[in-house]
């Protein structure tokens, strides 16, 4: 008698990752610290939407901006995004060392988001679409 093996469900479509600036890698993260990056970017991929402890909304970067919240070993750690129709944006990666997010990081995702909206603009009107 043969074993019957179960049906695989259709894995989600995820959307791809845009790193506009920042990595992930071991060091400075810890594996456990990578793994649970991984993680959390997965899920975002998928569509699912993120709340307290793990994300936090940041409307003052953006529209549909957040901050990925990773505890590690020695460090919090920040990973910026911003979730558009057809992929999810990675604005900063830094280490945490105040309640508040420094101004010069807001400032920085400000211009990449800035940046990038203007060359996918460009893209879209040379393309006719």
């Known amino acids: 008698m043969s074993k019957t093996q179960p049906v695989k469900e259709e894995a989600k479509a995820r959307k791809p990752l845009v790193w506009l600036h920042g990595e992930i890698k071991t060091p400075p993260f810890s594996f456990e610290g990578r793994q649970e990056a991984g993680m959390l970017l997965r899920l975002l991929q998928e569509g699912n939407v993120l709340g307290m402890p793990q994300a936090e ?22 990973i910026m995004y911003r979730i558009d129709a057809d992929a999810v ?14 101004s010069e990081v807001i400032e920085r995702c400000e211009k990449r988001l800035k ?3 203007e060359v996918v603009k460009a893209a879209k009107k040379q393309t006719g679409k």
Do not use: F, S
């Open 115 to 117: 940046q990038y909206d």
């Open 57 to 78: 909304a940041l409307p003052d970067v953006g529209a549909r901006c957040g901050a990925l919240r990773v505890r590690d070993a020695e460090h919090n750690w920040r």
């Open 89 to 102: 944006l990675i604005l900063d990666v830094y280490c945490k060392k105040t309640r508040k997010i420094p």
